[in-house]
């Protein structure tokens, strides 16, 4: 594998690391981003904070790195899939992450990361 794909699976390890350990720590904040449909939100919070802990600790392994990134692109696009899905409330928004604007934002960002990890599983 290429440095850049080297820097790119260690950059986008931390983040996801970092983001799955908050899911952990503080799930009440990433509860109001399961939408309200979804059964079991506090568990799905928990268990989405725990596979992007362990797909970030696969992104750092050389052997299983392929393998995590290319779980970390149908993660990512299912978070997508997810944030547009609030597209269908904006009108009763109070922060601006969940304005038009910030949920659009969100999918385009998520997207941003699915290309990461596409980049980082074609080596």
């Not at 992007?52 to 149908?74: D, F, H, N, S």
């Not at 299912?78 to 601006?96: G, I």
């Not at 997207?111 to 990890?117: E, H, K, P, Q, V």
Request: with cysteine; charged share 10%; proline share 4%.
């Amino acid at each position: 594998m290429s440095l850049a794909v080297t820097i790119v699976a260690w950059l986008l390890a931390a983040f996801v690391i970092v983001v799955g350990v908050a899911h952990l720590v503080t799930p009440a904040k990433v509860e109001p981003l399961v939408p309200e449909w979804w059964p079991a939100k506090r568990a799905t919070v928990y268990a989405s904070g725990v596979a992007e802990v362990v797909i970030g600790i696969g992104l750092l392994v050389p052997a299983t790195r392929t393998w995590a990134a290319a779980v970390a692109v149908l993660m990512f696009l299912a978070y997508t899939l997810v944030h547009l899905d609030d597209l269908r409330h904006t009108s009763h928004a109070t922060r601006a992450s969940d304005t038009t604007g910030g949920v659009i934002t969100r999918g385009v960002v998520n997207l941003a990361y699915a290309g990461l990890a596409l980049f980082v599983c074609l080596g």
